[in-house]
């Protein structure tokens, strides 16, 4: 049985509706950013930049007014919605992580690996 992560209203500072952060956290493209489920909310806009706008406004809940959000959010962020004839191979491998992403990511493995070794 998949297990899935719920996300709290008070841990997305975006446009996106905790509903449709799910959505995101759970997609097939959420996978390709980051494989932990945890650290995915970190994140959100890199796994929503890799979505075209087509892709984004068929989530249920995303309307006209949520895209131009979602949009001032992602350039906020440094993102973009994917174009439609970018390819998904493209858009990931022109990521990049801020700095303090990085490093916040390098101490949850540290801990979790702190974790392990204590069990």
Known sequence: MKSRHRVKKEQIVSPLS?????????????????????????????IASLHTRKEMSAISGVGRATLRKIETWLKQHGRRFRHPRESLDTAICSLSFRDDWVQMLKRIRAARSRAYELA
């Open 18 to 46: 905790p509903r449709v952060a799910d959505r995101l956290i759970g997609g097939p493209y959420a996978s390709m950013v980051i494989g932990g489920i945890a650290e995915r909310e970190l994140l959100l806009p890199e």
